[in-house]
């Protein structure tokens, strides 16, 4: 992400505690919500509640209140598909002259809402269970800030531009802000049936229900560029959106098991993946996460293709498809872009159009480039779509010649980053802390830094690369490339590693010196394969220590280092997408049961935590007896490349591989823990093939076996 230290300006500002921690989110396109348990949109606590559009705040209060009071909440959740927010509530008691006239429990409502091209769809369905009729003032509480999304964030401005007048209608309200990049930005409510009132600081309506009736309320909130276009109705929106999630959901595969904890982590990770999928211009393309990065992130929709490869391969077309069509082709320093270079982050409020932020296109990370051809030749590697990577030839020859030519600032055989201007990500990493990169005393390593895990990226890069030149048969450029990693691993082994403390430097500053600290970057090195067989083996059981290992999961930082703060952001929290990683690399030197035990920690994280949705990060605390994780206050949630890790962590206990000419679905060595007994696949696509498969512990093994098939695919268990 682009966080920063707590000294730089693009900090996630916590300002206060919330009243209410336990938020809900729903998110379709470049629309989300993020509400209360209630359904309440309030202005207090960490302030991310809102309806966002295209990073403005379309809407920042949207209070329910019935007889002047908040109602009672009785339950509240999102779908297990995420497309719809029920809460039911209830009236508190409600007194006259010090007498209750209506208890509580009398009214029942059921809130609901969802989103769909840009707008909000709520429906109130109001429950009379008293013995006589009710007289219900209803009361809606709204504002819109327009707040770009850093502002919400917590970065301050010196001026902004300017609330225009309401305008009304008897049953629909629009307002407007224009921003100081000249773009009028708009928010329109209508309700059905007409309020009895309507101003620009609330709605009211008067409900009379007869005993054991109903009575509903609609309205919709509409924040696309066009909101005075007619609303189509809660209705025809609800079924609009559910044939479109039931289209996007056909090709899916099932995977679930005999631990029903592990079922309900799987079903919620891949409705997550679909939600911040579903709806974006940018088609198959994830965004990150939700609140602060409901966008596109080079690295993050990267690493999530990755996760998913082997269960959803349009991911990775997608994320390959935009990121060569947004692939730098020349220099500008001010958003860090060179040609060749891969994109960053991209953002569209008003903040980034004028450049007060950098990120409007923003190219400040020195591994999307390499992870972008690992990902082109890990989707050849999956599907044999020869056709579709030569149409990416280009854009991958461009990313090798960024690598050679751009990524080596100081000529010294190692990719490496040191940010221009100054407004900019000073790390540049996937840890962009600014206190992230660090010597054993704890200083700050100086630019320009070469990260342990880039050189693992690069060399995976050129690898990859060999391979589709392979599969073109051009031999002469796929032996230098391979020449070019040997020599880049030979190089990393002597300048990296560290014999006195079992793993690799985290980084070489710019004098050269390493950075001789305990992280988890290296268990990225065991991933990417540039670790010898020895080495990894000594990273590996450093990475399953009790130094790293809280419980959970794996820390960013060992615990024994200088700058060691499990509460922190990137130097001893732990990261989901990191700990599938890390699983991954060791799985690939043949230590399956360390990935099982960091899948078996980040299950029980999924029982501990609502929705069984991993977010962003937590705290490495260590694991309490009998009490759950501590949990980061500013961590996105959901999060695409937490999500995702549940896939990457069982392909690598299970060994899963997909090979083309013959088609094959290798099982390597399957490996399942104690407390999944039983796995199974269901209708997994491969290319024009599907297949259902059948795992079960037994005395230690996994007997793999295949319950349906279509199309010659061949099942292969080594």
Same mark, same amino acid.
């Given at each position: 992400?682009?966080e920063?230290?707590?000294?730089?300006q693009?900090y996630i500002?916590?300002?206060?505690?919330?009243?209410?921690?336990?938020?809900?989110v729903?998110k379709?396109?470049k629309t989300?919500a993020?509400?209360?348990?209630?359904?309440?949109?309030?202005?207090?606590g =960490?302030g991310q509640?809102?309806?966002?559009?295209?990073?403005t +705040?379309?809407?920042?209060?949207?209070v329910?209140?019935?007889?002047e009071?908040r109602?009672?909440?009785l339950s509240?959740?999102?779908?297990?598909?995420?497309?719809?927010f029920?809460?039911d509530?209830s009236?508190v008691d409600?007194?006259?002259?010090?007498?209750? $006239?209506?208890p509580?429990g009398t009214?029942?409502?059921?809130?609901?809402?969802?989103l769909w091209?840009?707008?909000a769809?709520?429906e109130?369905?109001?429950?009379?269970?008293? =013995?006589t009729?009710?007289?219900?003032?209803?009361?809606i509480?709204?504002?819109?800030?327009?707040?770009?999304?850093?502002?919400?964030?917590?970065?301050?401005?010196?001026?902004?531009?300017?609330r225009?007048?309401?305008?009304?209608?008897?049953?629909?309200?629009?307002?407007?802000?224009?921003?100081?990049?000249?773009?009028?930005?708009?928010?329109?409510?209508?309700c059905d049936?007409?309020?009895?009132q309507?101003n620009?600081?609330?709605? +009211?309506?008067?409900?009379?229900?007869g005993?054991?009736?109903? @009575?509903l309320?609609?309205?919709?909130?509409?924040?696309?560029?066009?909101?005075?276009?007619?609303?189509?109705g809660?209705?025809r929106?609800?079924?609009?959106?559910?044939t479109?999630?039931?289209?996007?959901?056909a090709?899916?595969?099932?995977?679930?098991?005999?631990?029903?904890r592990?079922?309900?982590?799987?079903?919620r @990770?891949?409705a997550?993946?679909e939600m911040?999928?579903?709806?974006?211009?940018?088609t198959n393309?994830?965004?990150?996460?939700?609140?602060?990065?409901?966008?596109?992130?080079?690295?993050?929709?990267?690493i999530?293709?990755?996760?998913m490869?082997?269960i959803?391969p349009?991911? %990775?077309?997608?994320?390959?498809?935009?990121?060569?069509?947004?692939?730098?082709?020349?220099?500008?320093?001010?958003?860090e872009?060179?040609?060749?270079?891969?994109?960053?982050e991209?953002?569209?409020?008003?903040?980034?159009?004028?450049?007060?932020v950098?990120?409007r296109?923003?190219?400040g990370?020195?591994d999307?480039?390499?992870?972008?051809?690992m990902?082109?030749g890990?989707?050849l590697?999956?599907?044999?779509? =020869?056709e579709?990577?030569?149409?990416?030839?280009?854009?991958?020859d461009?990313?090798?010649?960024?690598?050679?030519?751009?990524g080596?600032v100081d000529?010294?055989?190692?990719?490496?980053y040191e940010?221009h201007?100054?407004?900019?990500?000073?790390?540049?990493?996937?840890k962009?802390?600014?206190?992230s990169?660090?010597?054993?005393d704890?200083?700050?390593?100086?630019p320009?830094?070469?990260?342990?895990?880039?050189?693992?990226y690069v060399?995976?890069?050129?690898?990859?690369?060999? +391979?589709i030149?392979q599969?073109?048969?051009?031999?002469?450029?796929?032996?230098a490339?391979?020449?070019?990693a040997?020599?880049l691993?030979?190089?990393f082994?002597e300048?990296?590693w560290?014999?006195?403390?079992?793993?690799?430097?985290?980084?070489?500053?710019?004098?050269?010196?390493?950075c001789?600290?305990?992280?988890?970057?290296?268990?990225?090195?065991?991933? $990417?394969?540039?670790?010898?067989e020895?080495?990894a083996?000594l990273?590996?059981?450093t990475l399953v220590s009790?130094?790293?290992f809280s419980?959970?999961g794996v820390r960013?930082?060992?615990?024994?280092?200088?700058?060691?703060n499990?509460?922190?952001y990137h130097?001893?929290?732990v990261?989901p997408?990191?700990?599938?990683?890390?699983?991954?690399g060791?799985?690939?030197?043949?230590? +399956?049961?360390?990935?099982?035990?960091?899948l078996?920690?980040l299950?029980?994280?999924s029982?501990?935590?609502e929705?069984?949705?991993l977010?962003?990060?937590?705290c490495?605390?260590?694991?309490r007896?009998?009490?759950?994780?501590?949990l980061?206050p500013? %961590?996105c949630?959901?999060?695409?490349?937490?999500?995702?890790?549940?896939?990457?962590?069982?392909?690598?206990?299970l060994?899963v591989?997909v090979?083309t000419n013959?088609?094959?679905?290798?099982?390597?060595?399957?490996?399942?823990?104690?407390?999944?007994?039983?796995?199974?696949?269901?209708?997994?696509?491969?290319? @024009?093939?599907?297949?259902s498969?059948f795992?079960?512990?037994?005395?230690?093994?996994?007997?793999?076996?295949?319950?349906?098939k279509?199309?010659?695919l061949?099942?292969v268990?080594?």
């Open positions: 992400m682009d920063l230290g707590v000294t730089q693009y500002a916590a300002g206060s505690s919330p009243s209410d921690d336990r938020t809900r729903l379709y396109g989300f993020v509400f209360n348990r209630f359904g309440d949109i309030e202005p207090l =960490l509640h809102g309806i966002f559009f295209q990073g +705040r379309h809407l920042s209060e949207l329910l209140s019935v007889w009071a109602p009672l909440l509240s959740t999102v779908k297990s598909d995420n497309f719809v029920i809460a509530l009236n409600i007194a006259e002259n010090q007498q209750v $006239t209506i509580r009214l029942h409502i059921v809130r609901s809402r969802f091209h840009g707008v769809y709520e109130l369905r109001m429950f009379n269970y008293g =013995l009729a009710l007289e219900i003032p209803i009361r509480a709204i504002g819109a800030d327009f707040a770009d999304i850093f502002e919400v964030r917590g970065t301050r401005r010196e001026k902004r531009g300017r225009l007048a309401d305008e009304f209608t008897n049953k629909s309200i629009l307002m407007r802000y224009e921003g100081l990049d000249h773009i009028e930005r708009q928010t329109r409510i209508d049936p007409a309020p009895a309507i620009s600081a609330e709605l +009211r309506f008067e409900s009379s229900i005993p054991g009736k109903t @009575s309320f609609h309205f919709s909130i509409a924040c696309d560029p066009n909101p005075r276009r007619h609303p189509i809660y209705a929106a609800m079924a609009g959106a559910e479109e999630l039931k289209a996007a959901s090709n899916s595969c099932e995977i679930s098991s005999t631990n029903d592990l079922s309900r982590w799987i079903k @990770s891949a997550d993946v911040m999928t579903m709806g974006n211009p940018e393309y994830p965004y990150a996460g939700v609140p602060w990065f409901s966008t596109v992130f080079g690295r993050d929709g990267i999530t293709a990755m996760e490869l082997w959803a349009w991911i %990775a077309k997608g994320v390959l498809q935009f990121l060569a069509a947004t692939q730098a082709t020349e220099t500008n320093l001010d958003s872009a060179q040609p060749g270079k891969i994109l960053h991209t953002r569209r409020g008003e903040m980034a159009n004028l450049g007060e950098p990120f296109r923003y190219y990370s020195i999307s480039t390499p992870l972008f051809v990902l082109g890990a989707y590697d999956c599907t044999g779509d =020869l579709f990577i030569q149409t990416l030839r280009p854009h991958i461009l990313a090798l010649e960024w690598i050679d030519r751009y080596d000529h010294d055989g190692f990719v490496e940010r201007g100054d407004k900019g990500l000073i790390q540049q990493g996937w962009d802390s600014s206190d990169v660090f010597h054993a704890g200083t700050i390593a100086g320009p830094i070469a990260l342990c895990e880039v050189q693992g060399y995976a890069a050129k690898m990859a690369a060999a +391979r030149l599969s073109s048969g051009e031999a002469q450029r796929q032996a490339l391979e020449t070019e040997a020599e691993q030979n190089r082994e300048a990296f560290c014999e006195e403390l079992s793993t690799y430097a985290l980084a070489l500053d710019g004098q050269k010196k390493a001789r600290v305990r992280t988890s970057n290296p268990g990225h090195c065991l991933f $990417t394969g540039i670790a010898n020895m080495r083996r990273v590996a059981h009790p130094d790293f419980g959970w960013t930082v060992g615990c024994h280092e200088a700058r060691y499990p509460l922190s130097n001893g929290s990261w997408h990191d700990n599938a990683m890390i699983a991954a060791m799985a690939r030197y043949g230590y +399956r049961e360390f990935a099982g035990r960091v078996m920690g299950l029980d994280l029982s501990a935590v929705l069984h949705r977010p962003e990060l937590i490495g605390v260590d694991r007896a009998g009490q759950g994780p501590t980061y500013v %961590a949630s959901p999060q695409s490349w937490a999500a995702g890790a549940v896939f990457m962590l069982l392909q690598a206990c060994g591989s090979q013959p088609q094959r679905m290798i099982f390597n060595r399957p490996y399942l823990p104690e407390g999944i007994p039983q796995l199974w696949i269901r209708d997994l696509r491969i290319n @024009s093939r599907r297949i498969i795992l079960e512990r037994a005395a230690g093994a996994v007997r793999v076996e295949t319950l349906e279509q199309g010659d061949a099942l268990v080594e």
